[in-house]
């Protein structure tokens, strides 16, 4: 079975297979690690594995290469990206630096190497609001790119920021109606929603919660029926580790295409023919790095 190939060559090449909860459900089931992109980035920085396999998207990859610049770093298909993340570049942000002396630069971890090596700290869904608190209120910041992470955190901390409009074209399909519709087919069981979901949809839900806090919430709740709004690969998960509950998509539609690039034939092919290994350039990967470890070091 490809499974099983997929394992013994793991062994093989001592590699550590990381997935992210978007991705097949098959794939999740070969991962040493599957998660967000928080607890992902802390795997691969604690990992002592001579090569990490990284299925997700190419910045979840970039991140793992930053954080272990001695190791190799695999992604399946290369190709996989995430389309937030090519909204806002390098150039541009320090464009609206210059525009805002003194402002602190913040991104989402869904950004570029060389966006992160322009800022001062990172976040991703699962942190954003505790890395955001350490933050005067009178301090300047740039958020890029999410413009729904970035607005949905200024409103928690009561706080305004220099919004980059980018957003993420699969949770900007998902509309009010639909978790309204969704209320109704399954009257009583709580609405989760990602916190990149626009702000009308954010505001219909129960929790806006980063993937992996949807793991948790599962996990913790005593509700049987659960609505989810975000990727539907995490269901996979959902259902797996809570098989006395059940779980709704809001929408089917709600797929991320670059995440399902992601298969056991070009996992088993990644790890036969080590490829395609992610490269960072040394400056870029140095100033990105400050970043990163400024945000794994806000627990
Ligand atoms: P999480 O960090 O919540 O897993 O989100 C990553 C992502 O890309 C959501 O679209
Ligand atoms: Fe990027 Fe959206 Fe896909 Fe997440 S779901 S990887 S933000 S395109």
């Not at 890029?144 to 200024?154: E, F, K, Q, T």
């Not at 080590?274 to 870029?284: G, L």
């Amino acid at each position: 079975m490809l499974s099983d190939e997929i394992r013994s060559l793991a062994a093989e090449r001592k590699a550590v297979i990381l997935v992210h909860n978007y991705c097949r459900g098959e794939v999740q089931d070969v991962a040493d690690f599957t998660g967000d992109s928080l607890e992902l980035a802390r795997r691969a920085a604690e990992t002592t594995a001579d090569v990490i396999v990284f299925c997700g998207v190419y910045f979840m990859a970039e991140t793992a290469k930053i954080l272990n610049p001695s190791r190799t770093v695999l992604i399946p298909d290369p190709s996989a990206g995430c389309p937030m993340a090519d909204m806002v570049t390098a150039a541009q942000l320090r464009e609206v630096k210059a525009a805002h002396p003194g402002a602190k630069a913040v991104c989402y971890v869904n950004s570029t190497a060389e966006v992160k090596a322009e800022c001062d700290i990172c976040v991703t869904s699962g942190n954003a609001e505790a890395v955001m608190a350490r933050f005067s209120p009178d301090e300047e910041i740039i958020f890029v790119p999410d413009r729904h992470l970035g607005g949905h955190i200024a409103g928690l901390l009561g706080r305004e920021y220099l919004l980059w409009p980018g957003y993420c074209p699969t949770h900007a399909a998902l509309t009010a109606k639909a978790v309204a519709d969704a209320r109704r087919l399954h009257p009583g069981a709580p609405v989760l929603v990602h916190p990149e979901c626009p702000r009308d949809v954010r505001e219909a839900a129960d929790e806006r919660l980063s993937t992996g806090g949807m793991c948790r919430y599962a996990r913790e709740s005593s509700a049987k029926e659960i609505v989810v709004g975000t990727e539907t690969g995490i269901l996979h998960r959902l259902r797996k580790e809570n098989p006395e509950k059940a779980f709704y998509p809001v929408s089917e539609k709600l797929v991320c295409p670059n995440m399902k690039k992601n298969t056991l034939e070009n996992l088993r092919d990644s790890l036969k023919e080590m490829k395609t290994e992610v490269t960072v350039p040394e400056e870029v990967a140095v100033r990105a790095r400050r970043a990163i470890d400024a945000m794994l070091a806000v627990r």
